[in-house]
């Protein structure tokens, strides 16, 4: 590399960046601009990313500053950065932080500024009214207890977010020490247990594949408290408890399941996201689990799946401790900002490529083979109505042609064929004479078919989305997705992970998915492909007729 070469970065005065791909320091800038900008749009050459104040608030409670943001900008720019949005930066990134919750000796919870303004301003929004008490001195303002999470959501809503130093409740103690005789955390799992705990609560993004559950084994021998685990499906459920039987001091009596099948409540409880959704006449019936102990900590497994009513309830225990634990925040419906008020900001992230450079998750291939809808498929496409069509080119005939022939280019190489449309799936299992699980396959069966590919007696699997997430599979070499909820990046995301489990003597995953051309399905697999692009996959794409 030459000192005169230009940069690989154009940043806009419309806060968009322009990264060119194939430049050689690309990687490097990539990385250097992750904590802070968001992916919007990854075609071949040229990658667009943006700044928001989300992204530079994240950025700024995960311990960067204005200025290593500013350096970076300039150091990867090739061209002068326009000094409005340099100004810009410097000034989002300072409004973090002016506002604190604390602790106040005689009054309890505060809101305190060290800008008088900032407080003014606040305290005559709309959204603020009712949720502070008396104002105490010039600078604080008493909160009611109970709206601490309303009010950071509220303070994020009008661009004021506050860092929260009201400290946690410490819960009822419960031991919880990692067995760590057979194995060690890794460094990367030891420091993001490190910053969250430090942090008191947050969210950590790590790969599928990179042991998420451990760090929230860590992060419970820090708290040594009764927790809560909120997971997303029963399947989940038993993988954690075995995890923490294997890899703690707990017991499995220690250890309750809170299901649809199940109702245990013990010093640590690994509850469904579906049973504290669940609704009798309007009520959330299961409510009382969050009252049910002193809980000390509070772990949300795959939190970019967090049900909204969930974020409501989360809005009353904001005096435990809380872990996120994701492959990562993007959310479908946007309700980032309620992640990082009620949850907490991002306290560890970890790029995907830096972790399979370390050899802790396996490097993957990503092929999009495209189709062409025959044409008395192409007519019915054409005259649909536009919410027909997503599924008359995802579940395209031509597609089960091409699933059988990667199948047999991978005979020996355990394999997943993933969908969404459960006719689709059902056929492809025919046609492939290969075991299907769906929502509706009983969770016993779920388990049995799930072990007997982990130990290799079954070497294909076809799937629903009840797969995406949050199941241990770490035999998979080969993917094949055939169809997809939508454009969604977060499904994208724990689709490859099921593949990252490093592989024997170094093999390579294969992620396949299988677009038809001219359709929204090959928009939609665009979109999806946006998040695994700012990881630094690279999708080929083959002809299905080549």
């Known amino acids: 590399m030459t000192d005169s070469l230009p940069g690989p970065l154009i940043v806009q005065s419309d806060k968009t960046l322009l990264l060119e791909v194939d430049h050689e320091r690309a990687d490097d800038c990539r990385k250097a601009i992750a904590p802070f900008a968001e992916l919007e749009r990854s075609p071949e050459h040229i990658h667009t990313y943006r700044l928001t104040p989300l992204g530079l608030w994240n950025a700024r409670a995960a311990g960067h ?88 959501q509220a303070l994020l809503k009008i661009g004021w977010p506050a860092e929260d130093y009201a400290g946690y409740v410490d819960g009822e103690a419960h031991e919880i020490e990692l067995d760590q005789t057979e194995w060690s955390l890794r460094t990367y799992q030891k420091e993001a247990a490190e910053s969250f705990w430090h942090g008191g609560s947050g969210v950590v993004v790590l790969p599928c594949g990179a042991g998420k559950t451990l760090v929230g084994a860590a992060a419970m021998a820090h708290a040594k408290a009764t927790t809560l685990i909120l997971v997303t499906n029963t399947v989940s459920a038993r993988q954690w408890k075995d995890e923490l039987v294997r890899r703690t001091s707990l017991t499995a009596d220690e250890i ?40 000390g900590l509070i772990v949300y497994d795959e939190v970019h799946l967090l049900p909204a009513p969930i974020f409501r309830m989360t809005a009353d225990l904001q005096a435990r401790r809380r872990i996120g634990l994701t492959a990562t925040l993007v959310r479908e419906d946007g309700r980032e900002g309620d992640v990082f008020s009620l949850i907490g900001p991002k306290r560890y992230d970890a790029p995907w490529k830096d972790i399979e450079a370390q050899g802790w998750i396996a490097p993957a291939e990503c092929i999009e083979v495209r189709v062409t809808l025959p044409s008395s498929e192409r007519m019915a496409y054409a005259v649909a109505e536009p919410e027909e069509r997503y599924r008359l080119a995802s579940c395209t005939h031509h597609k089960i042609d091409v699933v059988r022939r990667l199948v047999t280019q991978h005979t020996d190489q355990p394999t997943l064929v993933i969908g969404q449309y459960l006719e689709q799936l059902d056929e492809i299992a025919t046609a492939l004479d290969a075991p299907t699980i769906t929502g509706a396959t009983p969770v016993k069966e779920r388990q049995r078919l799930f072990e007997a590919f982990r130990s290799g007696d079954v070497g294909l699997l076809v799937v629903s989305k009840v797969a995406n997430f949050s199941i241990d599979l770490p035999t998979a070499e080969v993917a094949i997705q055939v169809s997809g909820s939508f454009g969604s990046r977060q499904e994208e995301a724990q689709r490859l992970g099921r593949l990252l489990r490093p592989k024997t003597e170094g093999k390579s995953a294969h992620f396949y998915t299988i677009v038809s051309r001219d359709t929204v399905d090959a928009e939609f697999a665009a979109n999806r492909q946006r998040f695994l692009a700012e990881q630094g996959y690279a999708y080929s794409i083959r002809d299905a007729d080549s």
């Open 256 to 295: 309750g399941e809170y299901s649809g099948s199940v109702k245990e409540i013990r010093p640590v409880t690994i509850a469904t996201y579906q049973v504290m959704t669940t609704r009798r006449k309007g009520v959330y019936s299961h409510l009382e689990l969050l009252d049910a102990r002193d809980w």
């Open 65 to 152: 500053d204005a200025e290593q943001v500013v350096d970076t900008l300039l150091e990867f720019s090739r061209y002068a950065v326009p000094h409005a949005l340099l100004v810009d930066v410097a000034e989002t990134m300072a409004r973090y932080g002016r506002l604190r919750l604390e602790k106040h000796p005689v009054h309890g919870l505060v809101l305190v500024s060290n800008d008088r303004p900032v407080l003014e301003e606040v305290l005559r929004a709309k959204r603020v009214a009712g949720m502070v008490g008396a104002r105490i001195d010039d600078d604080t303002v008493v909160v009611h207890p109970s709206e601490r999470g309303n009010l950071k």
